[in-house]
């Protein structure tokens, strides 16, 4: 979809990116894109990629819920503001799918306070990020 959004075509072999960035306790930057393969991937001239920033912010705002910030930047047809209305909706829609199992789990852990998180491999970058906290956390005790 995204190299659609620039012009290009969508049924080719692509190199694809994702590196993530996280600095704790709740900054997370993800560096993303796709290239038409054989040109370079990451380092693939702008006119063969589609490349974006997605950054995160998570702040409390009482010991049980957060404000989350989320936002996007591009390196493609930034002047384009039909293609930034139809990006932010279409990340709004994602981020509201998950809210409502955000708030389940969130009730979960309060009732079951003694139960662990799962560690799942899908989730390993939450894993992850939560170990850095608590090691954090254990050098300030």
């Keep these: 979809m995204a190299l659609r959004m620039n012009g290009l075509p969508d049924n080719q072999a692509v190199d694809r990116w994702q590196i993530c960035h996280f600095t704790p306790p709740s900054h997370i930057m993800i560096e993303v894109g796709v290239a038409l393969a054989g040109h370079g991937g990451y380092t693939a001239p ?10 995160d912010f998570i702040t409390p ?52 306070p003694q139960r662990k998180l799962l560690m799942l491999n899908i989730d390993s970058g939450g894993v992850q990020s939560r170990k850095v906290i608590e090691r954090l956390l254990s050098t300030q005790a």
Excluded: C
């Excluded at 702008?46 to 950054?55: G, I, L, P, R």
């Excluded at 010991?63 to 930034?78: E, L, N, V």
């Design 46 to 55: 702008d006119a063969v990629k589609v490349a974006s920033w997605v950054v």
């Design 61 to 112: 705002e009482t010991d049980t819920s957060i404000h989350y910030f989320w936002g996007m930047a591009r390196k493609f047809k930034p002047q384009n503001a039909a293609l930034t209305d139809q990006i932010r909706e279409g990340q709004g829609r994602i981020f509201a799918e998950d809210q409502e199992m955000l708030e389940r789990q969130q009730k979960n852990l309060l009732a079951w």
